[in-house]
């Protein structure tokens, strides 16, 4: 089907990381508006991630990953 053509495209270029148990206590510390974007965080962090691809970025405000917009990375 056309979603699974899709996925493999984005994981081509991607990577998708493992949540451990300490990426969970870490993104209770952050204490951010969204759990899963400080869990998200959290993980990138720990895997040395260069960027974080997202439609919201206003939520990673206080990150120190680079945040993209995916029309942005897109453009590459």
Same mark, same amino acid.
């Given at each position: 089907?056309?979603?699974y053509r899709i996925m493999e495209k984005?994981?081509?270029?991607?990577s998708i990381?493992?949540?451990?148990?300490? +990426?969970?206590?870490t993104a209770m510390t952050l204490k951010w508006n +969204?759990?899963?974007?400080?869990?998200?965080?959290?993980?990138?962090r720990r895997n040395g991630i260069d960027c974080i691809i997202t439609n919201n970025i206003k +939520?990673?405000?206080n990150s120190i990953i680079p945040?993209?917009?995916?029309? +942005?990375?897109?453009k590459g």
């Amino acid at each position: 089907s056309t979603s699974y053509r899709i996925m493999e495209k984005i994981l081509k270029i991607t990577s998708i990381i493992p949540v451990a148990e300490t +990426d969970i206590l870490t993104a209770m510390t952050l204490k951010w508006n +969204d759990f899963e974007d400080c869990v998200q965080y959290a993980a990138a962090r720990r895997n040395g991630i260069d960027c974080i691809i997202t439609n919201n970025i206003k +939520d990673f405000k206080n990150s120190i990953i680079p945040i993209m917009l995916p029309a +942005d990375f897109c453009k590459g």
